[in-house]
């Protein structure tokens, strides 16, 4: 009768588990988000999956599209242990048409991965406000092997997160910037190329702990330079410095490297062919 009952119970426990862990295959953007929510694999097996094609009205328990100046952008919220996992040899696509909204807002959310996907605005460049990933009060984010390019004013952004991690990820041909982090702390880039994003600030980091890369390459990377410009490839206030270790840093052309002296220290950090035109730190 004992065994019984200890089998039962762990029968139980793995039937729970299943539930709490199930798998859902999409292949196209209707698909994607019928399947959002918490405890669940989300594997794109599409080539594309194009948002703007989802009723701008379709709406559900865990996400909603929100208005921006030129279309709706996909806001997913109070969600938990969610994966989402491009399912094929190469990157899915994860595609929006609106320039001025973010590809997918993550809002108060915890324990989210994003894997092996190809994530930007198409077929116009985003412009003035339209990001890739934009995580609100959030933590425990995973990025994996994917990347995030313009179309796109900049890759990543983050307000009052704690504890990122992106891995083995291409953010390239941004408008505006790469990153800009606000209040966040922990965040970890390990073998990142950030190559081909321009015109301002690029890395931005603000009243933000705990920011590091790690065998990350930073590469022909450009800003404005004429007489009224003074933008930099790391613009860091009120943060602990950012550290860079086994990072390279190359044929980038910037006003300046670091905004202020002392917020980047570079342990094994090669600067070569670089461009600042106004020397290497502004103060």
Do not use: W
């Amino acid at each position: 009768m004992k065994f019984l009952f200890i089998f039962s119970i762990m029968l139980l426990s793995i039937s729970i588990k299943a539930q709490t862990n199930k798998v859902i295959v999409v292949d196209n953007a209707n698909q994607f988000v019928d399947a959002i929510g918490s405890d669940r694999t989300i594997q794109l097996k599409g080539n594309t999956i194009y948002l703007s094609e989802v009723d701008e009205t379709k709406s559900g328990e865990k996400y909603i599209f929100e208005e921006e100046y030129d279309g709706h952008e996909l806001v997913i919220f109070d969600v938990t242990n969610l994966k989402i996992i491009g399912a094929t040899d190469n990157p899915v696509k994860i595609v929006t048409k609106p320039v001025y909204g973010d590809v997918i807002v993550f809002e108060n959310c915890d324990n989210i991965t994003i894997e092996n996907v190809d994530a930007g605005h198409g077929p116009e460049k985003g412009g003035c406000s339209g990001g890739v990933f934009n995580f609100i009060n959030s933590k425990n984010i995973t990025i994996n092997k994917s990347i995030l390019y313009g179309s796109g004013i900049e890759g990543i952004t983050a307000q009052n997160v704690t504890y990122l991690k992106c891995n083995n990820t291409i953010i390239r041909g941004c408008t505006y910037s790469i990153i800009t982090l606000n209040n966040c702390n922990n965040f970890e880039f390990n073998d990142c190329e950030f190559s081909d994003n321009e015109e301002f600030d690029l890395v931005n980091i603000h009243n933000s702990k705990t920011i590091k890369f790690y065998s990350c390459a930073f590469s022909n990377n450009r800003t404005g330079t004429d007489e009224y410009s003074d933008y930099s490839l790391f613009n860091v206030t009120n943060s602990t410095a950012v550290s860079l270790k086994d990072c390279k840093i190359e044929s980038n052309l910037t006003s300046y490297f670091c905004k202020k002296e002392n917020t980047v220290e570079m342990t094994n950090t090669k600067l070569e062919n670089n461009s600042f035109k106004k020397g290497k730190f502004k103060e």
